[in-house]
């Protein structure tokens, strides 16, 4: 299944069996946020370990965007209110 997941408010598309962090990097996303100290949250590890691909799903709690499979029309923002768009 592909769609469109809402980041930051705009429409990003995603191709079937993509993540999160997938779509948004193909789209030249490559900061997803940032730590209340500054540190610019992003993909790291890739398996859901190092926390650092962090995202909030509006409506739900933070989840690793490495490990979330995209859906059409999921919303989701960037912690900290730092990303590329
Ligand atoms: S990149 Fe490490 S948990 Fe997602």
Not at 24 to 52: D, E, K, P
Request: glycine fraction near 18%; proline fraction near 5%; charge should be neutral.
């Amino acid at each position: 299944m592909s769609g469109t997941i809402i980041w930051n408010g705009k429409s990003i598309p995603f191709e079937s069996g993509e993540t999160v962090a997938q779509a948004l990097m193909r789209v030249g996303v490559l900061r997803f946020g940032a730590t209340g100290s500054g540190q610019q949250l992003g993909l790291f590890c890739g398996i859901g370990q190092c926390q650092s691909c962090l995202v909030e799903i509006i409506g739900g709690s933070p989840r690793e965007a490495c490990l979330t499979p995209c859906r059409d029309g999921l919303a989701l923002r960037p912690i900290g209110g730092v990303c590329d768009v």
